[in-house]
Each structure stands twice: as structure tokens, then as C-alpha cells.
């Protein structure tokens, strides 16, 4: 399983980006591969976070190739004052179940990864 973060402090939004952002995240949702996706905002800092998950590299890319993206991400300065982009593959998830997570059940359990059986030993020990 692989996310993809995108973190960001807007300028002004208006309604084109709106737009982009309702096309993208609709895009997303009809990829094969697509996971699911949360979004939080840090209002001390003004930052707003945006978490895709993915259970492949090819259903992120197919994302980043689709047309809004890419006109939302060449528009990106006309609404934000910066942004960075973090592309990261999961080696292991765990919890108590208390409440879904689109990561649950997707990357491996127990030092074990989902998607290609390999031993996380670098992952700290769960709680």
C-alpha cells in the first residue's frame, strides 16, 4: 500500500479551485487501486493535509496524470502559498479496530508487508 500526502497553506481559494478539487478527488475515487482518502487541517499553523491511499504505485500515478490534477497543479500558486507533496509505501498499520481507516486490512500486520510479504524490521514494535 502506498499514500500520497499533500500538504499545503492556501492564499485564496476560489471557485475554480473548488472545482479542481471535487474533480480530482472524484477522479480518485474511480481509479482501481484507490483505497480511500482523509484530509485535516492544523489550525495553529494554517497547514491543511490531504492523505490518499493507494494499493499501488500505478493506480497513485494514474491520479497524477489525470487532466485536473495536472491544471490544478500547474494553477497551484494561484491559491497556495506553498505546498510539499509526500509519496511514502506502508509497511504496516495496526489498531484497535475502534473505527474504519482505509488503511485497515490493506498493508501488512505485524512487521508483515501486504504487498509483497517482506519483513518490516526497521518498523518500531506496536504498542
Not at 65 to 93: C, F, M
Amino acid at each position: 500500500m502506498y499514500t500520497s500526502t499533500f500538504i499545503f497553506a492556501t492564499r485564496q481559494l476560489d471557485e475554480r479551485f473548488y472545482r479542481l478539487d471535487d474533480a480530482i478527488a472524484s477522479a480518485a475515487k474511480a481509479i482501481p487501486g484507490y483505497l480511500g482518502e482523509e484530509a485535516w487541517e492544523n489550525t495553529s499553523t494554517g497547514l491543511t493535509s490531504n492523505v490518499y491511499y493507494w494499493a499501488s504505485l500505478d493506480a497513485l500515478q494514474a491520479l497524477m496524470q489525470h487532466p485536473a490534477h495536472l491544471e490544478a497543479k500547474a494553477a497551484q500558486a494561484n491559491w497556495l502559498d506553498g505546498y510539499q507533496v509526500i509519496i511514502s509505501e506502508v509497511l504496516r498499520t495496526y489498531g484497535d479496530a475502534g473505527f474504519a481507516h482505509p488503511a485497515a486490512g490493506h498493508a501488512g500486520q505485524n512487521g508483515q508487508n501486504g504487498q509483497n510479504g517482506r519483513t518490516a524490521e526497521a518498523a518500531p514494535p506496536a504498542p
